[in-house]
């Protein structure tokens, strides 16, 4: 099975100088996206918690503090000219705000006709025009409502699906969709969410989808990687995952689900929410070794003071916690 993108017992810290005080995003963090199997897998945690350091390390924005980010089994910095623009095609973005993305002065057409120029996918300007209208419109786009017209002129949801149809263009292998509907009314949520289930199902597009929200990583994701502090807790596949949670940190999350009992009192939504605590998560990032849940979980123990290692609980499915500690490490 060949691996497109791999990340490998990546850690990143921030502030590394003499007087800046240091921040621990990501510990040992490993894993891949496989190209022969397309699947779409849930970031799932708070702010904080180290998803959005993972979009950047995939993408190759910032270099890991140890480890290595392989693009086809090769270290990303170790990329001839070559191999580095097809990693440019093969692993695109799609932004929390795509407001940030546009340049105002200019019309969407831009963001669009510039991947088609730079990546050589049309031999005039027709063409161009051809090869854009076909991807507006796979996107549940009209081309006559969409291009001409400068961001403003476009709703929330059209800006958000231009983004898609701009990293669709380039046949990607690879999309992280980083928050892609946390800007969006809810009437847009499902059409976008369904875009990006096309993509994965149609286009034969992996998806990382890095989100806040459990009910909508429940909805699209097959896998799910539930992060807290910069380490997993838990990670499988979507459905064992929420319906049987093992992780205290996920048992936690899953027990903020409105029940539809009329006698159950609804407590909060399924957005994960920052910890309730004294403790930071910079306090315990920086140089605490236990585990990270610690000061949260009620199953605390003595041995909690030592990180636990992943546990493998299933075949698809490991677990960063004590309480598994009978089951063999991952
Ligand atoms: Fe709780 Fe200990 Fe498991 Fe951490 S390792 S989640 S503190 S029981």
Redesign the pocket.
Known sequence: MATLVELRNTSKTFGTGWFSRKTVALRDFSMAVDEDEPTITALVGESGSGKTTIARLILGLIPPTTGEVLYRDKPLLELSRTERQQFRRDVQVIFQDPFEVYNPFYKVDHALHLPVRKAGLASSRDEAVEVIEGTLRQVGLNPRDTLGRYPHQLSGGQRQRVMVARALLLSPKLIVADEPVSMVDASLRATILENLRQLNTEFGISIIYITHDLTTAYEISEKIVVLYRGVIAEQGDVVPVVQEPE???TQLLIGSIPMPDPDQKWQQGLEVVAPSTDATAETMTADYAG?Q??DR?P???EM?SES?PLYQTASNRVVS???YREEAAA
């Open positions: 992780h205290p940190y585990c849940f610690a979980c199953h605390a123990m909690c636990p916690c004590h309480l």
